[in-house]
């Protein structure tokens, strides 16, 4: 069975510009989950999916970042315009149908250099 | 709000014993769990244990939890130098699906 995948791996940009995260998650699961890890922390949760609904996005900066998951599938992060200090990895994770029960599966992650 | 703490580093020899400790404030966790991270990789899920439960045995990790101390502790039998990583431990919190990681540890494993 394949895993969460993420794209790209690894992303350097210069502040001020947009970036683009794409998590394609386990098949059949429902829930979908966007964490943000910043160097030498735990990851924190930005946002949750259940489906394509976002029922969880109140960690998310609304200001500059937006994530979407049109068809309940893939799903994508972005921020616009980047600043400094969003330089940190950003995980996917995908859960059968994210109860407490559930077990959260990662992907590899997006490590992303603002310059 | 779930707060997960764990210290910083751990080095051993290969073939001791580690143990990794982490202590939470959530008691409604209704899951904790154990996630190694290796560089450059996504987090691997080690192994969980139910809230009402004290031990839980899995070939080379065991997984003590005292709630009454919310402590949770994962010791790896025979470390050997692929265990080297950084191990997190996260909650599960009160809300469906948030998972509340810790900082991590970092095991070092000396041949």
């Known amino acids: 069975e394949a895993g969460v995948v993420q794209s790209p791996r690894y992303k350097i940009i210069e502040k001020k510009q947009p970036v683009a995260f794409w998590c394609n998650p386990i098949?059949?699961?429902?829930?979908l989950y966007w964490y943000r890890q910043n160097l030498g922390q735990g990851p924190e949760l930005l946002i949750r999916y259940e489906n394509e609904e976002a029922v969880d996005d109140s960690q998310l900066p609304k200001d500059r970042f937006s994530a979407e998951r049109l068809k309940g599938v893939d799903s994508t992060l972005k921020i616009q315009p980047a600043e400094l200090g969003d330089s940190a990895v950003y995980l996917c994770?995908?859960?059968?149908?994210?109860?407490?029960?559930?077990?959260?599966?990662f992907g590899p992650g997006t490590r992303l250099t603002v310059l | 709000g779930e707060d997960v703490e764990q210290s910083l580093f751990l080095s051993v020899r290969e073939g001791d014993s580690s143990v990794i400790n982490c202590t939470y404030t959530?008691?409604?966790?209704?899951?904790l769990y154990w996630y190694k991270q290796e560089p450059g990789a996504g987090l691997q899920l080690l192994t969980y244990i139910f809230s009402n439960m004290d031990m839980k045995q899995d070939q080379r990790l065991t997984v003590l939890l005292n709630k009454k101390d919310k402590h949770l502790s994962l010791r790896i039998a025979d470390t050997q130098t692929g265990d080297s990583a950084i191990y997190f431990c996260a909650g599960s919190g009160n809300q469906g699906g948030k998972l509340i990681f810790g900082q991590g540890t970092e095991l070092s494993v000396k041949p």
């Open positions: 959530d008691s409604s966790s209704t899951y």
């Open positions: 098949s059949g699961h429902n829930t």
């Open positions: 994770a995908s859960s059968p149908r994210g109860e407490v029960t559930d077990t959260q599966y």
